[in-house]
C-alpha cells in the first residue's frame, strides 16, 4: 500500500493545520493532497497545500490547506480533514466517497492545488503527483506568498500577479511610493538587521530587496547556509527567550527583526548602550500601525471604523494604551490566527496580530473604494490628498491574505521612515508589562476547557478560582491557562509589575495546573 497510517495513530487538524514529527506525516500529505482536490472542486477554485515547520525544529513538520482567497480552511473541511486523516486504510475509499456525497461534489470536474513545500529537508510532497494535477510548481516560497499567489489566482489578477515576481514588485512599488514621503534618511536610519531563522524567508527577501532601489538596506544572518531551521534563532525563539538570536552581530541601538521559519511572523528588537534588550513583538507592531492608520484617517478626513484585534497573550499595556490613549476599538479572540482574522473581517479597517508576531491588516470592500476614490481626486487640499495617496500605498504594501514577515517589514519601515521615528521612540510609546510564558506536561491537556476568549479555565474544578487566588497576591498581575493547539502542552502565562513577580506567578500557576 502506498503511504499507509500508523496503525491507532490519532491526529487532529488543528490551527496551523496537522503537526507532528516528519515521519509521522506521509500519509497525511497524501491524505490531504486527496482532500485539496476535493477542496478545488467543491469550490471551482485553485487551493493552496503548504507544507512548513513555521516556527518548530525542523524534524516537526506541518501540512495546511489554503482556501481561495488565501484564507484558512473553512472549519467544517478542518473537520472532514480530521476525519479523513485517522481513518484506517481500508476504509479510506468510503471515506472519501462520504465527503463527496455529503458536499456533493462533482468528480467530473478538474481540480487545480497549488502545492508549496518550504522545508528543504523533507520533501513528501511529492507523493501529490499521484493525485492530482499540481498546476504549477513554485518551488520554495514562503507560506505568506503562497496564500498571496492562491488569492491572485482565484481573483483573476485583481489582487495581483500570481508569481513571486508580481508579489515583490507590488509590494517593493508601494514600499518605494510610501519612503517617499520620508524626508532625507541617513544610510543609518536606513540599515536593517534581519534574522532569516534559516528559513526561506532569507532568499525571498533577497527577492524583495533587490527591487528596493536601496531605500531599505538589509543585513541578513542565520540564512540557512550554516545553522538549523529555527535553532536558537527566529521569532518565537526571541519571542519566548526574550533575547536576541544567536548568529546576530549587532551593536546597541540597530534596528533588528527576526521571522520564523515559514516568514509568517516577525519581531524588532534592539539592545540600550546599558545592554538591555528591547523587544518590539506583535502588540508594539499593532500599536504602530494603527497608530499611523488613524492619523491617516483623520487627516484624508475618512469615517471609517478601525480596530484592533488581540488574543489574551497581548501584553495588558498594550490593551490600554490601545483602549485609553488612542480610543481604538480593542477585540479579544481565541488563540490561532483564524480567529483574530474573522473578527478583523467586521470592521473596515481591521489590524490583527499576535503578541508572537503573526498578523496583517484587513480593509473592508468599501474601506478600499473610499480610499481609491479619495486618492484619484483632484478637487481636495493637498493635506487630504497626501494622506490618500499613503492609505492606498499602505494597503498595496499589505498581504491582506494571512500574516506576512517581509509585508509586515515594510510597511514599519515606511512608518517609521514617514514619521522620522527611531525604534527606541517606536518601543517608548507604552512599557510592557513583565511577562512569563511556560508550558507544563499533564497526562491529558484536554481537561482544561477555556472561556472567554481562552482567558478564563472552566474546568477542571477549582483551577480558575486556584488561578484567581495566586493573581491576586501581585500587582498589576494577570495570569491564565489554555491547552496548546499545536504541542502536547498546556501554556500557562502570566504578567505583573516587575519581572519577578511575573516568573514566580507563572512558577505557582503552573504548579497549580498538575
Ligand atoms: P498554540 O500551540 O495553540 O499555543 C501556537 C501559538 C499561536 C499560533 C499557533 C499556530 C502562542 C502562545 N501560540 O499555538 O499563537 O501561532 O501556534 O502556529 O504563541
Ligand atoms: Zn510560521
Not at 481513518?87 to 456525497?101: G, H, P
Request: aromatic fraction near 6%.
Amino acid at each position: 500500500i502506498l503511504h499507509p497510517k500508523p496503525a491507532g495513530l490519532v491526529l487532529q487538524y488543528g490551527t496551523a493545520g496537522f503537526r507532528t514529527n516528519a515521519k509521522q506525516l506521509d500519509h497525511i500529505m497524501f491524505r490531504m493532497g486527496l482532500l485539496a482536490t476535493l477542496r478545488s472542486r467543491k469550490t471551482k477554485a485553485t487551493i493552496g497545500v503548504m507544507v512548513t515547520a513555521s516556527h518548530n525544529p525542523e524534524e516537526d513538520n506541518g501540512v495546511k490547506l489554503i482556501d481561495p482567497m488565501g484564507e484558512m480552511l473553512t472549519a467544517t473541511w478542518e473537520d472532514f480533514a480530521t476525519q479523513l486523516a485517522n481513518t484506517e486504510q481500508k476504509e479510506l475509499l468510503a471515506a472519501l466517497k462520504d465527503i463527496i456525497n455529503k458536499e456533493a461534489i462533482n468528480m467530473k470536474l478538474e481540480a487545480e492545488v497549488f502545492e508549496d513545500d518550504n522545508v528543504g529537508v523533507f520533501a513528501a510532497s511529492n507523493c501529490f503527483c499521484c493525485c492530482c494535477s499540481v498546476l504549477s510548481d513554485y518551488g520554495l516560497v514562503t507560506t505568506p506568498q503562497l496564500h498571496y499567489m492562491v488569492c491572485c489566482q482565484n481573483s483573476h489578477g485583481q489582487y495581483g500577479e500570481a508569481t513571486v515576481e508580481g508579489y515583490c514588485s507590488k509590494l517593493s512599488q508601494a514600499f518605494l511610493a510610501l519612503s517617499k514621503n520620508a524626508s532625507n534618511r541617513t544610510d543609518d536610519q536606513k540599515h536593517l538587521f534581519v534574522d532569516g531563522a534559516n528559513g526561506i524567508g532569507a532568499p525571498k527577501l533577497r527577492e524583495v530587496e533587490s527591487h528596493l532601489k536601496k531605500q531599505l538596506q538589509i543585513s541578513i544572518f542565520n540564512d540557512g547556509s550554516r545553522g538549523k531551521l529555527n535553532h536558537q534563532c527566529g521569532a518565537d525563539f526571541v519571542k519566548v527567550q526574550q533575547k536576541p538570536p544567536t548568529g546576530v552581530e549587532i551593536s546597541p541601538g540597530d534596528r533588528c527583526c527576526s521571522f520564523d521559519g515559514d516568514a509568517d511572523r516577525i519581531v524588532y528588537y534592539y539592545t540600550d548602550s546599558r545592554g538591555f534588550f528591547h523587544l518590539l513583538d506583535g502588540d508594539k507592531i499593532a500599536t504602530l500601525i494603527s497608530t499611523f492608520l488613524k492619523e491617516l484617517l483623520v487627516q484624508a478626513g475618512l469615517d471609517l471604523k478601525i480596530a484592533v484585534v488581540q488574543t489574551a497573550y497581548a501584553n495588558g499595556s498594550s490593551t490600554r494604551y490601545l483602549e485609553d490613549t488612542m480610543k481604538v476599538i480593542v477585540r479579544c479572540t481565541k488563540t490561532g490566527v483564524k480567529h483574530l482574522h474573522h473578527a478583523a473581517q467586521e470592521f473596515d479597517i481591521g489590524v490583527y496580530f499576535e503578541a508572537n508576531g503573526h498578523g496583517t491588516v484587513l480593509f473592508s470592500k468599501t474601506a478600499e473604494e473610499k480610499v481609491q476614490l479619495l486618492a484619484k481626486s483632484t478637487n481636495i487640499n493637498d493635506e487630504r490628498k497626501r494622506a490618500a495617496l499613503l492609505l492606498q500605498n499602505t494597503v498595496n504594501v499589505i498581504n491582506q491574505t494571512v500574516g506576512d514577515a517581509i509585508s509586515d517589514m515594510l510597511l514599519i519601515e515606511a512608518i517609521l521612515a514617514i514619521k522620522g521615528m527611531t525604534v527606541q521612540q517606536w518601543d517608548a510609546i507604552y512599557s510592557d508589562l513583565p511577562n512569563r510564558q511556560l508550558k507544563v506536561t499533564v497526562s491529558d491537556r484536554r481537561v482544561i476547557e477555556t472561556t472567554d476568549a481562552e482567558r478564563r479555565a472552566v474546568s477542571p474544578a477549582g483551577l480558575q478560582e486556584a488561578i484567581d487566588g495566586l493573581v491576586k497576591k501581585y500587582k498589576q498581575a494577570r495570569s491564565f491557562v489554555r491547552p496548546s493547539g499545536t504541542e502536547d502542552v498546556v501554556r500557562v502565562y502570566a504578567e505583573a509589575d516587575s519581572q519577578e513577580s511575573a516568573d514566580a506567578l507563572a512558577h505557582e500557576v503552573s504548579l497549580a495546573v498538575h
